[in-house]
C-alpha cells in the first residue's frame, strides 16, 4: 500500500478548506451540505460527526470541508488533516458503488449544450477552488445554476458567476442571456 499524502488548499470561500490527497476519492462530485444529506456516504457521515463541520463535498481527489462560523482553522486544520489521511489508508468509501456515474445530459438541445458547456469548461476551473457548479433550468434566455462545496456562500462566487460563467455561455450560446444561482 502505498502512502497517503494530505494537503490543504485554501478556497475563495474563507469557511472552506481543501483537503487534497494523493488518490482519487470520488469520479465526479458529491456534495452534501447538512448532516441529514450525507446518509448515504460513510466518509461524510464521519466527517459530520465533528461538531465544527457544516458542510462536506467530494471531488477526483480532494474533500471540501466548510466549518461552523464559531471554529477556528488553526484549531482544527491538523484534525481534519489526520482523519481524512485516516479515513483514505482505511478505505472508508465516499459512496456506494452502486449509482451510475456516467454523465448524460438531458432537455432541449439548449439545454445540453449549457450542460455540456459547464461540465467541459467551468466544472474543472470550479473544482479547483474546492467547489462545484450544476446545471438547474433554463428559461426564456435565463441559466439557473446550483453552486455547490466552497461556491455555496463564497464571497466571490457572484463575481465568477457574472463575470466568467455568463460571459462565457452568452459568447458560445446567443440565447443565453443572464445565469442566476439558485440558494441551496
Known sequence: MSTINVYTEPTPNPATMKFLVNKLLHNGSLDYPDRESAQESPFARE???????????????????????DADWQDIIEILKDFVKGAVESEITVRPIDHDD?????????????????????????????????????DDGV??????????????????????????????????????????
Not at 467541459?120 to 474546492?130: R, S
Not at 462565457?168 to 440565447?175: N, S, T
Request: with cysteine; hydrophobic share 45%.
Open 143 to 184: 441559466v439557473t445554476v446550483m453552486l455547490k462545496g466552497s461556491c455555496s456562500g463564497c464571497p466571490s462566487a457572484m463575481i465568477t458567476l457574472k463575470a466568467g460563467i455568463e460571459g462565457l455561455l452568452k459568447r458560445m450560446i446567443p440565447e443565453v442571456e443572464e445565469v442566476v444561482a439558485e440558494e441551496m
Open 102 to 138: 456516467d454523465v448524460e445530459f438531458e432537455g432541449s438541445e439548449i439545454e445540453v449544450q449549457i450542460q455540456q458547456i459547464l461540465h467541459d469548461y467551468v466544472q474543472p476551473a470550479v473544482e479547483q477552488d474546492g467547489g462545484a457548479i450544476t446545471f438547474h433550468s433554463y
Open 47 to 69: 466527517l459530520f460527526k465533528f461538531n465544527f463541520v457544516s458542510g462536506v463535498f467530494f471531488a477526483s481527489n480532494f474533500v471540501t470541508v466548510t466549518k461552523t462560523h
